[in-house]
């Protein structure tokens, strides 16, 4: 169980998200949506521990989260962030092993399991991540989230620039994962498409809040509350 509880954050004195709760059950996926600006990067990164908590909690398992960012992915807490940001002059397989050893984990194995996972990367294994493509770079940055084993994943915005048939790919991989490994899936995005394809409930964010907990088969049918709460 991963669970956001009345957080409000932001950046200096400004004031991002506020009150905002939300959680995603074991094994579940789970959509954040809204539009650019709602604030679902700045909620995604206060999960994380990357900007400090002017209010609120996040819990992993039951527990509360440990404040730095570093000890809450060994608590199991996997992120992607919007932009990717892999090791640029690394290759593919030494960004893999970095972050399978950062969190006490064998390089080798999670190098294998993530060629397995992703066979796009293989003929790119020894190449520097900095010259992949976008759409590489994004499934990099998934891989390399997925060596850390995690319970729970968050992702942000993992579509943005990325051409549909790897939007497609990462689909597939997000759901078998899903199934077979257990892992909680926190997915933010625009693309309503890609997360009806992925999560069965999502929650909506408009200005900072959560406006609306809906369910996947909801929010497929009610055109105009696509169009009202996302422009879709």
Do not use: W
Request: glycine share 12%; charged share 20%.
């Amino acid at each position: 169980m991963f669970r956001i509880s009345n957080a409000t954050g932001g950046y200096g004195k400004t004031v991002i998200v506020r009150d905002v709760s939300l959680e995603v059950g074991s094994g579940e996926i789970v959509a954040l949506l809204g539009r650019n600006g709602v604030g679902k990067s700045t909620l995604m990164r206060y999960a994380t521990g990357l900007i400090p908590p002017m209010g609120g909690t996040v819990e992993i398992d039951g527990r509360v989260a440990p404040p730095l960012s570093a000890k809450r992915a060994k608590t199991g807490l996997g992120y992607v962030p919007q932009g990717r940001y892999v090791f640029e002059r690394m290759t593919v397989i030494e960004n893999i092993a970095v972050a399978a050893a950062s969190n006490g984990h064998d390089g080798k194995t999670a190098i294998a399991e993530a060629l397995a996972d992703f066979p796009m990367l293989k003929p790119k294994a020894h190449d520097l991540a900095g010259g992949l493509s976008g759409g590489q770079q994004q499934v990099l940055a998934l891989a390399r989230a997925l060596a850390i084993r995690p319970a729970v994943l968050l992702l942000d915005e993992p579509t943005e620039g990325v051409q549909p048939s790897i939007i497609d790919e990462m689909a597939g991989v997000l759901k078998r994962i899903n199934a077979e490994r257990g892992i909680a899936i926190l997915v933010a995005e625009q693309d309503l498409d890609f997360c009806l394809s992925i999560a069965n409930r999502a929650y909506v964010m408009e200005k900072g809040a959560i406006r609306l907990e809906t369910d996947r088969a909801t929010l497929e049918a009610d055109k105009a509350l696509q169009q009202e709460l996302l422009g879709v």
